[in-house]
């Protein structure tokens, strides 16, 4: 079956960067488009980014744009996020994503997700 395993969060100082990765399983990973979401606390979900099947194009939140930046290893079945010049509103929990988003809504009934991982931006 499906598994989306995600690791690398933690607290970072705001300013700071961390990766986030993503391991796939259970799928044919390179044929599918992924998806980075997050959820602050107390609010709902937030689409970040997305990326194509062959990673050749992504998207971004505006929220997010410029800081960071989505890639896929298609031989690994590995999605990350890196995430550069990380502010405090930056803390949520992150989760990558598959078939569960609809443009930019996304829905925890829909397509496949991992347990997601704790970001928290803090000095």
């Known amino acids: 079956q499906v598994q989306l395993v995600e690791s690398g969060g933690g607290l970072v100082q705001p300013g700071g960067s961390l990766r986030l990765s993503c391991a796939a399983s259970?799928?044919?990973?390179?044929?599918?488009?992924m998806s980075w979401v997050r959820q602050a606390p107390g609010k709902g979900l937030e689409w970040v980014s997305n990326?194509?099947?062959?990673?050749?194009?992504?998207y971004y939140a505006d929220s997010v744009k410029g800081r960071f930046t989505i890639s896929r290893d298609n031989a690994k079945n590995t999605l990350s996020l890196q995430m550069n010049s990380l502010k405090p509103e930056d803390t949520a929990v992150y989760y990558c994503?598959?078939?569960?988003?609809?443009?930019?809504?996304?829905?925890?009934?829909?397509?496949?997700w991992g347990q997601g991982t704790q970001v928290t931006v803090s000095s």
């Open positions: 994503a598959l078939a569960a988003c609809s443009g930019y809504v996304c829905s925890k009934s829909r397509g496949y």
């Open positions: 259970g799928f044919s990973f390179s044929s599918h488009p």
């Open positions: 990326i194509n099947s062959g990673g050749g194009t992504t």
